[in-house]
């Protein structure tokens, strides 16, 4: 029989439904290459593109759902293309997180992911002698191991890493590829970011217990009665990640991928969204989550850089504030010039081909001319017009302590230490103190204090005592007569009360600890707190002292409480 008569005798509606499937098919790969193309920045644009592209792929799942039987006996559908449209399900739900900051989403993409590892979508393509079936495979695992670490699933992702490993192996044997130094560089990346965290917190049975850093219900200290604070609410975030040698994977640096967690609520859990337990269905809605939208930048340029800031500042809403978190190599002027403006203290790297010694971006050009791949706090004032909070944690964090508010509007300046404790430089690479403390303080603290490990126990009555403490600054903030009023503007909006109030305690901690005698070795902040309402108080240094007594490392820090009454 020929084929064209073997053709004629597929029923009407059987060929019909291979046709459809195409149609969808075509369509799917068609509206999922068009994403790339949609601009990177403002929230309206590509919306519509990515509804209409979930549309797609929602038929395209249901409809090789209902007809499965006719697709394998006629169509010749195998498992790895079902895989196939059930990644791009996953990576479209992923990039929607990225897009929106809903951390619900991640939810979404992880159980599509889950699914084609659980019902063995791609366990064929080794067995085809085609190598960018393994590839996709391989791509796949990555991705999957991305969504994990975002969701703090580290027991799987140590898993899939033994997984994507012998398939690496399996690939390199099989296939004389090109791409083997790239894909172990992958392995070896993803590995040291696991290990990034400096402290494991262990269970009765020395089993690793994960913590959640995102921000949970009663995980920030209430507005009390006659607290007088601003009503501006986070609404923009630009993380920013371009620091020379940091752990870093798939574009995420451990500070970003720290920073980024500090600025989301923790995730709906997706069991109590699901309708049908155990179905895998594309859900258009997760529920609403009020994360400020955040744009990952990794390693930009300095127009990158400043479309993605003009981009934020023009569609931040009313009553809103824009946070600018810059992670980055330090940028320092050489020679000096008798006007000291915004442009002629340095500044944080952006990216660009350049020699980089020690770490730090050296000139090569006339003393008068300022530094072209870098971003100077001058670069920042046109953005002051609207309420703006900074965090840079940075080498040369110091150069935007010379700042001016420009137009009266709020502005704060949270910035890291300059330089650390020779014993802790060691660290950098999976880390910066700085940003640690705004993510984990309590991990921060033990990191401080030599401690690589701690009991559960232990763990959960430092975390209460820390509660306490949080509300007393708090109140130290609100309280104080002499605290520029942009702090308190900035107070009323959880996530940003909860970044000042950490700061607060990180400022106090490294001012107690005999390791850090030097004033660059202490954050600082522009405006000034005051001093002595906040970071040098009495009833703060009592509470780090207390906490470390609880932690048995009470020697590695300056009592400044004791009276005579004590001896």
Not at 63 to 84: A, C, M, P, S, T
Request: glycine fraction near 4%; proline fraction near 4%; hydrophobic fraction near 35%.
């Amino acid at each position: 029989m020929t084929g064209a008569g073997a053709e004629d005798d597929i029923p009407l509606s059987e060929r019909k439904t291979v046709t459809d499937f195409c149609y969808l098919l075509d369509k799917s790969k068609q509206l999922f290459n068009g994403l790339r193309d949609l601009p990177q920045y403002g929230h309206k644009q590509w919306q519509s593109y990515f509804g209409r592209t979930f549309d797609v792929y929602t038929k395209l799942w249901k409809f090789q759902q209902q007809h499965r039987q006719v697709l394998d006996n006629r169509y010749g559908l195998k498992r790895w293309q079902i895989g196939e449209v059930a990644s791009k399900i996953g990576q479209l739900y992923y990039h929607y997180y990225l897009r929106t900051s809903e951390t619900s989403y991640l939810n979404e993409a992880f159980s599509f992911y889950s699914a084609i590892r659980q019902r063995s979508y791609y366990y064929q393509v080794n067995k085809e002698d085609r190598p960018e079936l393994v590839v996709k495979k391989l791509r796949y695992y990555a991705r999957y191991i991305v969504v994990c670490l975002l969701l703090n699933k580290m027991d799987l992702v140590k898993v899939l890493v033994k997984e994507l490993s012998d398939e690496i192996e399996d690939y390199t044997q099989r296939f004389n590829t090109e791409d083997q130094l790239e894909w172990n560089l992958v392995l070896q990346e993803v590995a040291a970011f696991v290990e990034a965290d400096p402290v494991m917190v262990l269970n009765d049975d020395n089993a690793v217990v994960i913590t959640s850093n995102r921000l949970q219900e009663g995980g920030v200290p209430q507005l009390e009665q006659g607290m007088v604070v601003g009503q501006l609410t986070l609404s923009d975030a630009l993380v920013i990640g371009n620091c020379n040698n940091q752990v870093k994977f798939s574009e995420l640096t451990v500070d970003m991928f720290r920073m980024l967690q500090a600025l989301e609520r923790e995730p709906v859990n997706l069991a109590t969204q699901m309708t049908k337990p155990g179905t895998l269905e594309p859900s258009e809605k997760p529920a609403k989550r009020e994360n400020p939208h955040k744009y990952l930048l990794y390693k930009p340029t300095f127009s990158q850089l400043y479309s993605f800031l003009s981009a934020s500042f023009k569609e931040l809403p009313a009553n809103s504030v824009l946070l600018v978190y810059l992670s980055a190599t330090g940028v320092f002027p050489t020679g000096r010039t008798d006007y000291e403006g915004p442009y002629d203290f340095g500044g944080v790297l952006t990216n660009t081909n350049r020699d980089v010694i020690n770490g730090e971006t050296v000139q090569k050009r006339n003393q008068a001319q300022k530094e072209m791949h870098c971003l100077h706090p001058g670069d920042l004032f046109p953005f002051t017009r609207k309420p703006l909070f900074i965090i840079v944690d940075s080498s040369n964090s110091s150069a935007y302590k010379n700042f001016s508010n420009l137009f009266g509007q709020p502005l704060v300046c949270l910035l890291s230490p300059t330089v650390y404790p020779k014993s802790m430089q060691d660290q950098s690479q999976r880390g910066s103190l700085f940003t640690l403390f705004l993510y984990s303080p309590l991990m921060a603290f033990l990191s401080v204090c030599g401690l690589s490990s701690m009991r559960q126990g232990l763990w959960e009555k430092a975390q209460e005592l820390l509660q306490r403490v949080y509300r007393d600054i708090g109140q130290m903030i609100t309280r104080s007569h002499t605290i520029d009023q942009a702090f308190l503007q900035f107070y009323g909006d959880e996530f940003l009360r909860l970044l000042l109030i950490r700061f607060v305690f990180c400022s106090a901690t490294l001012r107690l600890h005999k390791l850090f005698r030097e004033s660059r070795s202490f954050p600082e902040s522009y405006p000034q707190l005051p001093k002595q309402d906040t970071v040098e108080s009495s009833p703060l240094q009592k509470h780090v002292l207390e906490l470390a007594t609880m932690l048995d490392v009470q020697n590695l820090f300056y009592d400044n409480t004791l009276s005579l009454d004590d001896y």
